[in-house]
T-cell receptor, first 115, second 114 residues
């Protein structure tokens, strides 16, 4: 069956450390993978997009990798701050041959950065 | 603020009733998406419209329907409501219809069915 798995347990780290979040998927072949941030009671906010032929993408303190062989994406936040505390969602896009914006989301990982 | 607006913010209704959720996309965006978020199912894609036409469909129930109007705003109609329909409903928009677009999400409508 098709699955997207993100760490279900909350990730607690100390301020200044690097947070690494994992997104694994099974029986999907996404052309793109996106990461979103969601704060409680609010809509998700887009962070990064990576294509299947890209290994790595960076934006300021954020880095995402995409390994289509392992069917895995890693999302890193360097020099983490308490303001980075939120739930992070990975989303698969470009599934099948259709060119639509349909996104399939993982359940999300909650990150807690302690001062 | 993403530029996407949704009304109402909260909606409380009874089983068997029908409700309409409204969404206005960001200025210039032609594509609108609807998602449902519940604690047990996570964020689920319902449907996408692009410039007034249905573009993609997810596991949207037959009791649910949507449309996008000429001014590009969209409405999601939920009928014969059940307790399990209680959830946060998000609208998102993007510039075009394709796979490589980032999506801008609205603040959501919290639906409670009693």
């Amino acid at each position: 069956s098709q699955k997207i798995e993100q760490n279900s347990e909350a990730l607690n780290i100390q301020e200044g450390k690097t947070a690494t979040l994992t997104c694994n998927y099974t029986n999907y072949s996404p052309a793109y993978l996106q990461w979103y941030r969601q704060d409680p009671g609010r809509g998700p906010v887009f962070l990064l997009l990576i294509r299947e032929n890209e290994k790595e993408k960076r934006k300021e303190r954020l880095k995402v990798t995409f390994d289509t062989t392992l069917k895995q994406s890693l999302f890193h936040i360097t020099a983490s701050q308490p303001a980075d505390s939120a739930t992070y969602l990975c989303a698969l896009a470009g599934l099948g041959s259709s060119n639509t914006g349909k996104l399939i989301f993982g359940q999300g990982t909650t990150l807690q950065v302690k001062p | 603020d993403s530029g996407v607006t949704q009304t109402p913010k909260h909606l409380i209704t009874a089983t068997g009733q029908r409700v309409t959720l409204r969404c206005s996309p960001r200025s210039g965006d032609l594509s609108v998406y609807w998602y449902q978020q519940s604690l047990d199912q996570g964020l689920q894609f319902l449907i996408q419209y692009y410039n007034g036409e249905e573009r993609a469909k997810g596991n949207i129930l037959e009791r649910f329907s949507a449309q996008q109007f000429p001014d590009l705003h969209s409405e999601l109609n939920l009928s014969s409501l059940e307790l399990g329909d209680s959830a946060l409903y998000f609208c998102a928009s993007s510039v075009s219809a394709g796979v490589s677009n980032e999506q801008f999400f609205g603040p959501g409508t919290r639906l409670t069915v009693l």
